[in-house]
């Protein structure tokens, strides 16, 4: 009898589990744990073509503090580029987005990871144009101290994605007047 019991309380807690709906995975946060990019930054590095780039990025957090938005501002060269990069969680994708919108064009970007290991790898969508410059391109956001993190500029011309490095930048935080 005690056998008898011990199975239907078995095929009951198994029916129970069976029925536990799925963990919901936790949203991936555009905000890096334990960095701030709240915060004027000044950024030097190199173009892909190794011309000095020199530009002023400033952070801040918006919409209930879910989405980071940077601005960037370029100094060096002076031709004008100014961009407003968006990037948060998007429930329907469920993945982390980025919209970049300069006074040059516009593209978008996503990210299935979020950050890994102190760095943001956001993917554009990827292109068979033939007459495209590139197939794909990326840019990688890495936290390199508590006052400096670095953004790269990755593009790849075949669609087996095979990525080159492009621009570099290294940003580090402006000291409060």
């Given amino acids: 009898m005690r056998i008898v019991h011990g199975c ?17 995975k936790k949203p991936l946060s555009a ?14 590095g190199t173009f892909r073509n190794n011309k000095v780039h020199k530009a002023v990025f400033t952070g801040s957090l918006i ?29 329907e994708q469920k993945r982390l987005v980025e919209f970049d919108a300069n006074n040059f064009g516009a593209a978008t970007y996503s990210s299935e990871d979020g950050w ?26 890495s936290i390199t101290g508590l006052n400096t993190f670095t953004v790269d500029w990755q593009i790849s011309k075949t669609a087996t994605l095979n990525w080159t490095q492009a621009d570099h930048l290294t940003c580090r935080r402006k000291a409060n007047p």
């Fill in 8 to 24: 239907l309380l078995l095929l009951c807690l198994a029916a129970s589990i069976a029925r536990a709906p799925a963990e919901e």
């Fill in 116 to 141: 890994q290991n102190r760095v943001l790898t956001m993917t554009s969508p990827i292109s068979d144009d033939s007459k495209a410059p590139y197939a794909g391109n990326r840019f990688l956001y």
């Fill in 63 to 91: 919409l209930g503090d879910k989405w980071l938005e940077l601005t960037e501002q370029d100094v060096e060269p002076a031709t004008g580029y100014l961009a407003k990069y968006l990037i948060g969680y998007d429930s």
């Fill in 31 to 44: 905000i890096p744990e334990g960095f701030q990019f709240v915060g004027t930054w000044d950024c030097e």
